[in-house]
């Protein structure tokens, strides 16, 4: 087993530590006990049906050798899960198991797990404890900072709270699973990371990207580390997004239409946003930053094996006013993150409307490297 990292979100009595590194989930039960997750009161793992086939019966017989008293409830695999009727479910599996106010809400899955058992654990009983178990790379984006929520269908992530978990612990090897595809768009906030805060690290993705894609251990554990590094210095500085919070949105003002539009399910959440930062790129550029912004941003997605052109079917107008139905759309203004050099972006509100339906139009247009 190599080195676990450790690191701390660091909200003050609110602040918890993400461990990162192969073997976690042997240590489980040691680390609830210790970060206060209650013995005496029954816990409730939500996971979905291809995490628990893979993973949820090694997580309930360590927790109970423990002696932690654990049930479980597996929800469908995909984003149609984040609903109100599957929040209402899960309330219903924690009054049935007795799900107390002392109790804990373990989430074992990946984002679309943690969103929605975030969002039981805040409203439950009006709140109670919360502890992550990221399963893919999209999620140590996810798992940190507290957002959780479900879907409306007119609008995405739309109904929700501020929720910060006990603790995070992401078991490397519980990755070796995912699907290739879940592989590249989980890289995608990865790279995000690296875009909105550190050009270094950007670098370091460009030149280890078939080492991610492989899932060496060393490089994975080293760019996790990293991408939560930068979420958790965000979220300590702006937790509730008055603003700094706003640039880890790079990409998704794009990226949320088109998810909308496309129908949950065409693209995945990853795929998504690396359009949508080729897009903000593309924007930056015209607003007058330097070219290679645009250069390395598309270079380095593509290494990653991201999509970077925009489905030319999706209709123009259709992504257009999914934008305006977007958390981002206030006071009849579109919030967008702006990269002014690689590392560096900018909180932008008065980027014109009508630039980006050009922006949307260019995309469907990109030139892609065989
Ligand atoms: N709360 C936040 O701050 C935040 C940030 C970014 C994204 N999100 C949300 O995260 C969601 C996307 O997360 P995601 O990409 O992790 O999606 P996901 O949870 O749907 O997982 C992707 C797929 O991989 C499967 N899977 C998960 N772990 C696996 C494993 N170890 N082995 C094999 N298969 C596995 C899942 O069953 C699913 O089919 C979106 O709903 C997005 O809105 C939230
Ligand atoms: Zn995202």
């Known amino acids: 087993m190599g080195g676990a990292r450790k690191l701390t979100v660091d909200l003050g009595e609110r ?22 997750i209650s013995k005496k009161s029954p816990l409730l793992i939500v996971t979905d049906n291809r995490v628990a086939e893979r993973h949820l019966g090694r997580l309930e017989a360590l927790l109970r050798e423990s002696g932690f008293t654990v049930a479980s409830a597996v929800i469908p695999s995909g984003e149609a899960s984040k609903s109100l009727s599957r929040l209402e ?53 996810s798992s940190v900072g507290g957002k959780v929520a479900v879907n409306h269908p007119l609008a995405k992530n739309i109904i929700g709270a501020f929720h910060q978990p006990e603790l995070v612990l992401y078991d490397l090897d519980t990755l070796q699973t995912l699907p290739e595809r879940e592989v590249k768009a989980g890289l995608s906030e990865v790279v995000k990371h690296g875009l909105i805060w550190d050009a270094e690290f950007v670098a370091w993705c460009d ?35 008055n603003d700094l ?49 645009y250069r390395v941003t598309k270079r380095v997605l593509a290494r990653v094996g991201l999509p970077v052109r925009l489905p030319s079917h999706l209709d123009t107008d259709a992504i257009m006013s999914a934008m305006m139905h977007d958390k981002k759309f206030q006071e009849g203004a579109i919030t967008f993150i702006v990269p002014v050099a690689v590392g560096k972006v900018e909180i932008n509100k008065s980027v014109s409307t009508a630039l980006i339906r050009e922006i949307v139009e260019e995309l469907k247009q990109e030139a892609v490297e065989a």
């Open 245 to 293: 919070r706003a640039i880890l949105n790079l990409g998704h003002t794009i990226g949320h239409a088109l998810e909308a539009v496309a129908g949950y399910g065409e693209l995945l959440h990853g795929e998504a946003i690396a359009i949508g930062m080729v897009g903000a790129a593309r924007l930056a550029v015209r607003l007058g930053a330097p070219e290679d912004v």
């Open 15 to 36: 602040s918890y530590p993400i461990y990162i590194g192969e073997g976690l989930l042997d240590e489980a039960g040691v680390r609830l006990a210790e970060h206060g």
């Open 89 to 141: 479910e899960l309330v219903g599996a924690a009054l049935e198991r007795g799900l107390d106010r002392k109790s804990a809400v373990v989430a074992l899955g990946g984002g679309v797990v943690g969103d929605l058992a975030g969002f039981v654990a805040a409203s439950y009983m009006r709140g109670i404890k919360f502890v992550q178990i990221p399963t893919t790379i999209l999620a140590h984006d």
């Open 207 to 241: 030149a280890n990207a078939e080492k991610l894609l492989a899932l060496d251990p060393e490089a994975l554990g080293y760019a996790l580390y990293k991408g939560c590094s930068v979420k958790a210095a965000v979220v300590s500085k702006d937790e509730r997004e």
